[in-house]
Nanobody, 124 residues
Framework: QVQLVESGGGLVQAGDSLRISCAASGRPFSNYAMGWFLQAPGREREFVAAISRSSGNTCYADSVKGRFTISRDNPRNTLYLQMNSLKPEDTAVYYC?????????????????WGVGTQVTVSS
């Protein structure tokens, strides 16, 4: 089992940048493909980005391509999401998730472990 704790969320203005993190503990972090998801009020949880175990492959939702970058530091057991050119519609709770497989997946049902989320609010 792996435990996940997100941090780094906050209130920013449109156009700003923010980096959120996800610290993992428990089983070796490098055993898991990782993903970021968001959930806005009144909406279903949505895929944002994912990364394979070795960082060799990444995938992004169309809405964040070119603005967000997912990365991981396996020795530090940490997942990151660098968010640039933030928009009000990026406002949501952001969750990291771990999948016990070498390759990532898009559906949230394919992930085994979840953090509790960090709130990102972008004002216009």
């Amino acid at each position: 089992q792996v435990q996940l704790v997100e941090s780094g969320g906050g209130l920013v203005q449109a156009g700003d940048s923010l980096r959120i993190s996800c610290a993992a503990s428990g089983r070796p972090f490098s055993n898991y493909a990782m993903g970021w998801f968001l959930q806005a009020p009144g909406r279903e949880r949505e895929f944002v980005a994912a990364i394979s175990r070795s960082s060799g492959n990444t995938c992004y939702a169309d809405s964040v391509k070119g603005r967000f970058t997912i990365s991981r530091d396996n020795p530090r057991n940490t997942l990151y999401l660098q968010m640039n050119s933030l928009k009000p519609e990026d406002t949501a709770v952001y969750y990291c998730a771990a999948r016990g497989d070498s390759y990532f997946a898009v559906p949230d049902s394919q992930y085994d472990y979840w953090g509790v989320g960090t709130q990102v609010t972008v004002s216009s």
